[in-house]
């Protein structure tokens, strides 16, 4: 099993930023796959930046393209989403994943634990 818990979340005004984090505990996932989703009120949870287990390979929505960055230490067993340039749009709970797959999906589904969620708030 693995215990993921997110921190870092709050509120920000447009244009600010701010840096999550993902602690891991249980065992290592250093060999998995890992995730930021967020879901916003009445919309469907979405990834929005995926890392694949060494690092290597990333994966951005097109909304964060430029403003996020992923990150991870496998020593420290942390996952990190540095966001800038923050919009209203970013507004959404931010929830930390990982999954035991070969490479990053977009699928909720297919990942295999999940953290409580942080809030996000940017205001206008």
């Known amino acids: 099993q693995v215990q993921l818990v997110e921190s870092g979340g709050g509120l920000v005004q447009a244009g600010g930023s701010l840096r999550l984090s993902c602690a891991a505990s249980g065992r290592t996932v250093s060999s998995v796959t890992m995730g930021w989703f967020r879901q916003a009120p009445g919309e469907e949870r979405e990834l929005v930046a995926g890392i694949s287990w060494y690092g290597g390979t990333t994966y951005y929505v097109d909304s964060v393209k430029g403003r996020f960055a992923i990150s991870r230490d496998n020593a420290k067993n942390t996952l990190y989403l540095q966001m800038n340039s923050l919009k209203p749009e970013d507004t959404a709970v931010y929830y930390c994943?990982?999954?035991?797959?070969?490479?990053?999906?977009?699928?909720?589904?297919?990942?295999?634990?999940w953290g409580q969620g942080t809030q996000v708030t940017v205001s206008s």
């Open positions: 994943a990982a999954g035991r797959l070969s490479t990053i999906v977009v699928a909720q589904n297919q990942y295999d634990y």
